[in-house]
């Protein structure tokens, strides 16, 4: 393994191996310019506890690296992920050189300990989920939120379990989880953000909550699976595209307590797509005037 590395003084001038994981070995202190230069192979990059200095555009054209682990003791780091896209965390402790770094280039840092463990959760609040080949999901209990993006593209995702504590589902939180087919949203749930179910094509059943106030732009969008939808009472606000290009989508229920639905919200739905409405509502409004096909109860 020590042919990988080319290393000249404390310098690592060069790495040439092909693993998915490599860890800087430890007599290196510097990672020198373009050490890891356009290596196609690497996933994830441990950088020793001794490495004192990383310089610019050590890691430069990384493509398929996802993970860098930066020590306490670093000093200074250079612009080092330069067309490295697939970045997206950084492993560095609080107060560090490495936390500074990933924040001021706008990259998620988690702290060192939550390495090799399932969650990074952080007051209450779910930041990322390292289960991504599981096809059933428990999220820990006593969780308030499921953050951005927590398991977007987890794509063989078929079932979550979401606890009762949970208040609110964020942007992008599952995104692209193709596998997903059915979802119960507890009872304390009031917003589920942008896109928070969008292109989950297998999704066909999902329970909405009693407590849910607003359904914001884009969550169902290109839910294709998807066959109908009961809005419960109190929910207020339906945004744009909220349920666009739902094809198979064939009955909505929604209350008189909706007093907005954007106009585009059904956009590219069924044209047997039929609202179920209540006489007078904004629903029926909103039905008669975008020329939707409903039926009042």
Known sequence: MEDMFVINDGR???????MHTVEIPGQVIVLGKNSFFHNADVHRIVVGENVKRIESSAFHGCGALKEIVLPDGLESVGEVIKKCNQVKWIFSNPGTVGEKYATEHGTPVVPCECLDQDWYIS????????????KTIALPADITCIGARVFENFRKLESIKIPDSVRRVSTKAFRKCTSLRSVIIPDHVSHLDGCAFESCTSLREIALPASLEVIWGHCFNDCISLKEIIIPEGCNKICGLAFANCKALRTITIPASVSFIQDNTFSGCSTNLVLIVQEGSF???FAERNHLKFVVV
Do not use: D, M
């Open 123 to 134: 007051n209450g609040k779910v930041l990322k989920c390292f289960l991504k080949n599981e």
């Open 283 to 285: 629903a029926h409004e």
């Open 12 to 18: 690592l001038i060069s790495y040439n191996g092909k």
